[in-house]
């Protein structure tokens, strides 16, 4: 079903990678909303403040760890890097994903 809804979105073809980005997004929203987070929010600003703070964090992550890899790493054959900055930008999405989701995302209210 949501690979019909991109495929729709990006005019017939979806990339496995982007399909399974999508998936896992879904899930994590989900899961993180009522097991790790517990919100009982359901508003549309949730899903949009989810929806940034992904993105925000992807771009974050990956965008850094790649160049800052092929700095530190620079002795090392090209694919060596992609493969270190690729594990580097995941370590670092997983930890700012979660405190975006913390403090931002399912930020509890204090009233």
């Known amino acids: 079903m949501y690979v019909k809804l991109l495929q729709?979105?990006?005019?017939?073809?979806?990339?496995?990678?982007?399909?399974?980005?999508f998936n896992q997004c879904f899930l994590s929203y989900?899961?993180?909303?009522?097991?790790?987070?517990?919100?009982r929010d359901n508003s549309v600003?949730?899903?949009?403040?989810?929806?940034?703070n992904i993105t925000?964090?992807?771009l974050l992550a990956y965008g850094a760890a790649k160049?800052?890899?092929?700095?530190?790493?620079?002795?090392?054959?090209?694919n060596w890097q992609d493969n270190i900055a690729m594990?580097?930008?995941m370590c670092i999405f997983v930890f700012l994903n979660y405190c975006g989701q913390r403090f931002f995302v399912f930020r509890k209210s204090t009233v």
């Open 45 to 52: 600003k949730g899903i949009l403040k989810f929806t940034v």
């Open 87 to 89: 594990l580097a930008g």
């Open 67 to 78: 160049p800052l890899i092929r700095l530190l790493f620079s002795g090392l054959p090209g």
């Open 8 to 21: 729709r979105a990006f005019g017939g073809k979806v990339p496995p990678d982007a399909a399974g980005a």
């Open 30 to 39: 989900f899961l993180n909303k009522y097991f790790t987070f517990q919100s």
């Open 56 to 58: 925000a964090c992807y």
